[in-house]
Nanobody, 122 residues
Framework: VQLQASGGGLVQAGGSLRLSCAAS????????MGWFRQAPGKEREFVAR????????YYADSVKGRFTIFKDNAKNTMYLQMNNLKPEDTAVYYC????????????????WGQGTLVTVSS
């Protein structure tokens, strides 16, 4: 499986962006796809995840209520709609796939996209 993240850019605080993660290869209903981010000088952190089949979702507290993760099975693509962006959301955002489990730990994810930069100006 190969993952291609896109959609990053520069936005003012309070604005919105939508990230996409296109997957090549078969994704099974049991697979989990997630978003992580890494801010300058910080460790990578979990943002949100979605189960490919059932569509169950889970969010980090820092983005709950502002970000929405969703998918389009027909397009093999996952999205992250980010609203009310804050300067502290500035980071490189990565998408990843976990073949089993339901985890926020990046070590459990088997495949990673290349990252897309989101910059939120104040």
């Amino acid at each position: 499986v190969q993952l291609q993240a896109s959609g990053g850019g520069l936005v003012q605080a309070g604005g919105s962006l939508r990230l996409s993660c296109a997957a090549s290869g078969r994704i099974f209903s049991s697979h989990i796809m997630g978003w992580f981010r890494q801010a300058p000088g910080k460790e990578r952190e979990f943002v949100a995840r979605i189960r490919w089949g059932a569509g169950s979702t889970y969010y980090a507290d820092s983005v709950k209520g502002r970000f929405t993760i969703f998918k389009d099975n027909a397009k093999n693509t996952m999205y992250l709609q980010m609203n009310n962006l804050k300067p502290e959301d500035t980071a490189v955002y990565y998408c990843a796939l976990d073949r089993a489990g339901w985890s926020s730990e990046e070590s459990n994810y088997d495949y990673w996209g290349q990252g897309t930069l989101v910059t939120v100006s104040s």
